[in-house]
């Protein structure tokens, strides 16, 4: 079983949709839960971290939920600039090593 | 300014050669990775520095070398390079922000 499991999609979406991915991971003692994003050909950023109370960042929202071991994130309103792949990403360990999921592959259309 | 960077970008050599990748970051943190994406897309991470010391090492084969001359400086060495060395490497840095990490553009390195 991988570490980190997603929805490898792609998702192909209208402008304006409400779009969800969701992930999970293996390791139960995890520490830190991320979202990256990967445009084609570019080095992953960072799109938020993921706390147990949820949060939201504009159109964006991730939850944890640690029982599940589950991750999720809601895109609300999608742009067509929102095109890219998203990355659940989760850090275990002092060294802070991070685990990342193959992606889900998001394709927003006008 | 570039905060990661890394060179070159594109490397294509043949397979049984040794090549290098550098990596500088400007941004004072101290933990340096690097990461190798295969075809499929799947980002793994293969070393990391603290402070100049080895800290994570995966189970990478051991043609591949890393090397911190200091704090701002980690480099990837590769030697007698395989096919299957194909892929693009990322280096990236350990921000103050708890976990962040910031990636450099990325090398593409083919092997022929």
């Known amino acids: 079983r991988k570490e980190v499991e997603q929805d490898p999609g792609p998702f192909n979406v209208p402008e304006g949709a409400t779009v969800a991915f969701n992930c999970t991971y293996s390791n139960s003692a995890s520490q830190s839960f991320f979202w990256y994003r990967q445009d084609c050909r570019k080095e992953p950023k960072l799109l938020m971290s993921?706390?147990?109370s949820g949060n939201e960042d504009g159109r964006f929202t991730a939850q944890l939920n640690r029982a599940s071991q589950y991750i999720s994130l809601l895109i609300r309103d999608s742009k067509l600039s929102d095109s890219a792949t998203y990355l659940c990403?989760?850090?275990?360990?002092?060294?802070?090593?991070?685990?990342f999921g193959a992606g889900t592959r998001l394709a927003v259309h006008p | 300014d570039t905060a990661v960077s890394q060179t070159p970008k594109y490397l294509v050599t043949q397979m049984g050669n040794d090549k290098s990748i550098k990596c500088e970051q400007n941004l004072g943190h101290d933990t340096m990775y690097w990461y190798k994406q295969d075809s499929k897309k799947f980002l793994k991470i293969m070393f990391s520095?603290?402070?100049?010391?080895?800290?994570i090492n995966e189970t990478v084969p051991n043609r591949f070398s890393p090397k911190s001359p200091d704090k701002a400086h980690l480099n990837l060495h590769i030697n007698s390079l395989e096919l299957g060395d194909s892929a693009v490497y990322f280096c990236?840095?350990?921000?103050?922000?708890?976990?962040?990490?910031?990636f450099g553009p990325g090398t593409r390195l083919t092997v022929t």
């Open positions: 990403v989760v850090s275990s360990g002092g060294y802070n090593k991070l685990i």
């Open positions: 990236a840095t350990r921000g103050q922000v708890p976990h962040e990490q910031y």
């Open positions: 993921v706390y147990s």
């Open positions: 520095y603290n402070n100049k010391e080895l800290i």
